[in-house]
């Protein structure tokens, strides 16, 4: 139990510092193309998007890094004699074979248990709702007196107190529009109060004015389950997790007994990672 305890502490510390260092990379490529939406929506939106993708980012990392991590470890107790030392005590190299073997499979199912809830599609979706809810809530991230465009409409307005607006020019399609004041509400409606409104037709322009005129800044969400890309993203996980157990006493002999220096050890395990991921992408295209 001493043993399987100091193997445990010594390979968890190592596999949380690969885990969080690569993590880091992968939430940095994963927040890349949505920082916009990140630091423009309020925080009860994007807190709960940055928590999953830091999830997912982890566990994404800890099924790569329990193999290089195993790998490094390996050697290290290689390097620091500790093989010899459990021989001069009566310990087999089955024994420690066994130990290292539990770790790993201790780890693995942890992470084959967080696929049920850590999946991509669960991101997807999210993403696509912070998008959703950056079209309903977009002049609230513009300053006064600044124009504002994009495909469906173009803003200009003076003032701004909250949600509610003054002086506002607006374009919607070929209409233009001015109104005194104007109150964007949580479902994305902008409502314009005293409005005139500007329309070309053939035969000239057309004035009319109105005491308010509706405007919605958000299509309609919808979000249904895609329950296949679902299962194969879930698919995926299990198979990046079952990998390391699978390989672990080619690793362990290779390392043990064929490779003397770090270097070869690092890119032995980082071809492990690169056959790992290939296995699951294969998995992930048959299931």
Do not use: M, R, W
């Given at each position: 139990m001493l043993l399987r305890s100091y193997l445990l502490g010594k390979?968890?510390?190592?596999?949380?510092?690969?885990?969080?260092l690569f993590s880091l990379l992968i939430l940095a490529s994963q927040l890349y193309s949505t920082a916009y939406l990140i630091l423009s929506l309020p925080a009860k939106y994007s807190v709960p998007y940055l928590i999953m993708v830091s999830i997912y980012s982890f566990f994404l990392s800890l099924?790569?890094?329990l193999t290089l991590t195993t790998a490094f470890f390996i050697h290290q107790l290689k390097e620091s004699k500790f093989f010899h030392i459990l021989y001069t005590f009566g310990f087999s190299e089955r024994k420690l074979l066994k130990e290292l073997y539990i770790a790993i499979f201790f780890f693995s199912v942890a992470g084959i248990i967080s696929s049920f809830s850590v999946n991509y599609q669960k991101i997807s979706h999210l993403t696509k709702y912070l998008k959703f809810k950056f079209g309903e809530e977009i002049l609230l991230t513009v300053p006064p007196k600044t124009f504002f465009s994009t495909e469906k409409l173009s803003v200009?307005?003076?003032?701004r107190n909250k949600n509610r607006f003054k002086h506002i020019v607006i374009r919607f399609g070929?209409?233009?529009?001015?109104?005194?004041?104007a109150e964007l509400n949580k479902e994305g409606i902008l409502t314009l109060?005293?409005?005139?409104?500007?329309s070309?037709?053939?035969?000239?322009?057309?004035?009319?004015?109105?005491?308010?005129?509706?405007?919605?800044?958000?299509?309609?969400?919808?979000?249904?389950?895609?329950?296949?890309?679902?299962?194969k993203e879930f698919a995926f996980f299990v198979a990046l997790f079952l990998?390391?157990?699978m390989v672990f006493p080619i690793l362990f002999y290779l390392i043990s007994k064929r490779i003397n220096t770090r270097l070869k050890a690092t890119l032995t395990g980082i071809l492990f990672v690169i056959i790992q991921f290939v296995f699951a992408l294969t998995v992930k295209v048959l299931v």
């Open positions: 390979f968890s510390k190592q596999l949380v510092f690969y885990s969080s099924a790569f890094s200009y307005f003076e003032e070929k209409e233009i529009g001015t109104a005194e004041t109060n005293k409005i005139t409104i500007f070309p037709s053939e035969g000239g322009n057309y004035i009319l004015k109105s005491d308010t005129y509706s405007i919605s800044l958000a299509s309609p969400y919808f979000y249904k389950p895609p329950h296949k890309k679902v299962i990998f390391p157990p």
